[in-house]
Each structure stands twice: as structure tokens, then as C-alpha cells.
């Protein structure tokens, strides 16, 4: 047989169709490659394959994050979030055990989360007590407000919270300690603009225009005006004397014959009723 009939006969595969091969699915290929780096990891101890599965879980930590954040101050920056969950993230993939018949997602969500709460606990220097109780005191401040259409009392105040009246004015002193505002925290604007400012921001400039007159038409301040009327009378007092004389809590138990202390509970009373009216005309 010659070169050109050799050439010139038809090859199998053009007499009958080649048989072709069905591609792996995208996540089967995933799939097995994180199953041999988790072989790697758990049974040869292999560094660059512990590397390789905290780059593959990483979006995990973004979304555990990122929903943890969403329930948090907005001074609360996103980037630490995720620091704390990585944490969670590495002792999660130290005590996962790849042969046992659970999804590692489903196993590190909790340990992610639960390493971002952690965190945030340990730098939180007020006790959580103090926290249930202010959340406790402002809800119960806006229920007998609905209800009653006024201010409630202290010792109607104490008894929704079915506690003393001497336990209601302890718990006001231990608020008011605790009560702290971060100046990198941001403020929506009284304009339409959408923007925001920090706290940071509205320290004056004693060399700027006075921003009064601006501010004298706004939404806010004017929502602030009425919710400062409906104080009860001591409580509206403070508020001004400590907030617009500048005076210190001491010159101000002066002024109304009490002590310190007490004008401690009135300015700590006056400032829930206010965040719970402003939250209520949102």
C-alpha cells in the first residue's frame, strides 16, 4: 500500500462518531481539591494547604461579618469584624474533623461568630448588666408613654420594671457612668443631601460661622424641641442648664437644691425619654 492511499483512507473517527468525554461539573472540581487539601492539612500537617483552604473559606468570614455588623454601632469598624472572624475561622479548621458527615461551613459560621462577639465583649469595659438594664428602662420609659400619654414617674417607671424605686435611681447613676460617645461615629444630616458627618466633624471652629441659623430651621433640631418640652419640668431644667449653660452636674444640684447624684438620675432619665421619642417620630 502506497503513501497516498494510505493517506486518503478515512479514519475511524470520521467513519463513526468519537465518543467525547462529559465535562466535570465546576463544583465537583472544587469539591475534591478542597477534600485533598483538607488531607494534607489534617494528615501531613502541610502549611501551604492550611493557606490555601483559609484563602478558599475567607468569603465566610466577610459574610459572618458583615451580618454581625449590621446589628452593631456604625462606629464599629467592618475590617476589625472580620479580624475577630478569622480568628474563629483558624480555630475552626484546627478542631474540624474532615471524616465525620457535616458541611465545614455549617461547623464554622458559629465559631466565627462567636469569636467576633467574644472580641467585642472583651473590649467593652461596661458590664453587660448595665447594657440589659439601659435596654430594659428605655423600653419600659416608651411603653408607659404610649400608654399614659406623658412621661411616666420613677415609681411608675419602677414598677413596669418590677424592681425598687432606690434599684431604678442605682441603675440610672450606673447608665449615666457608662454613657460614651465615639467621635469617629457618623450622623445623618438634617438636609436631604443623604450626608454624613462624624461627631469629630461638629467639634466648633472658633474661627467658622456659627451654624445656629442653619440649624434653626432643621427637622432635627425641631423634633429635639419638642421631645426636650414634654420632659417633666426638672428633667427639661437639666437638660438645659447642663447642654446649652454649660453647667457641671454639681453646679446644677446647686441651683435645684439637690445632690450631684441626683441630678445624675434626672440628666440619665432625660436622655432615655429623649432617644426613645426621637426613635418613636423616626
Not at 459560621?109 to 435596654?135: C, K, T
Not at 419602677?158 to 441603675?171: F, V
Not at 457618623?186 to 467658622?208: C, F, H, Q, R
Not at 450631684?260 to 440619665?268: G, P
Request: aromatic residues 4%; proline residues 5%; contains cysteine.
Amino acid at each position: 500500500m502506497d503513501e497516498d492511499a494510505v493517506r486518503s483512507k478515512p479514519s475511524s473517527c470520521l467513519r463513526t462518531p468519537c465518543k467525547r468525554l462529559k465535562p466535570v461539573p465546576e463544583a465537583e472540581v472544587k469539591a475534591f481539591e478542597l477534600k485533598e487539601l483538607w488531607r494534607r492539612y489534617k494528615e501531613q500537617g502541610d502549611g501551604s494547604a492550611r493557606e490555601r483552604l483559609v484563602v478558599a473559606y475567607s468569603p465566610l468570614v466577610k459574610f459572618v461579618a458583615g451580618r454581625t455588623g449590621a446589628r452593631l454601632p456604625s462606629h464599629v469598624e467592618q475590617s476589625d469584624l472580620i479580624s475577630y472572624g478569622m480568628l474563629g475561622l483558624l480555630e475552626a479548621m484546627d478542631r474540624f474533623d474532615p471524616r465525620r458527615q457535616i458541611r465545614f461551613e455549617t461547623f464554622a459560621m458559629q465559631r466565627i461568630r462567636g469569636a467576633i462577639i467574644d472580641e467585642l465583649r472583651s473590649l467593652d469595659w461596661v458590664p453587660r448588666s448595665v447594657r440589659s438594664r439601659a435596654r430594659e428602662i428605655e423600653q419600659a420609659n416608651s411603653k408607659l408613654e404610649h400608654k399614659l400619654g406623658r412621661a411616666p414617674t420613677d415609681a411608675e417607671l419602677s414598677d413596669a420594671l418590677g424592681i425598687a424605686e432606690s434599684d431604678l435611681q442605682d441603675s440610672l447613676i450606673q447608665i449615666s457612668n457608662s454613657s460614651i460617645l465615639a467621635l469617629e461615629e457618623l450622623w445623618m444630616t438634617p438636609d436631604a443631601s443623604g450626608d454624613k458627618v462624624s461627631l469629630l466633624d461638629t467639634i466648633e471652629d472658633e474661627n467658622a460661622p456659627n451654624p445656629q441659623a442653619a440649624l434653626d430651621s432643621s427637622e432635627v433640631k425641631d423634633r429635639l424641641q419638642e421631645a426636650i418640652a414634654d420632659l417633666p419640668e426638672r428633667e427639661t431644667l437639666v437638660i438645659a442648664l447642663y447642654y446649652f449653660e454649660n453647667l457641671t452636674l454639681r453646679e446644677i444640684g446647686d441651683v435645684l437644691g439637690v445632690t450631684e447624684s441626683r441630678v445624675s438620675q434626672l440628666h440619665s432619665k432625660a436622655v432615655l425619654r429623649l432617644r426613645s421619642r426621637l426613635k418613636q417620630t423616626a
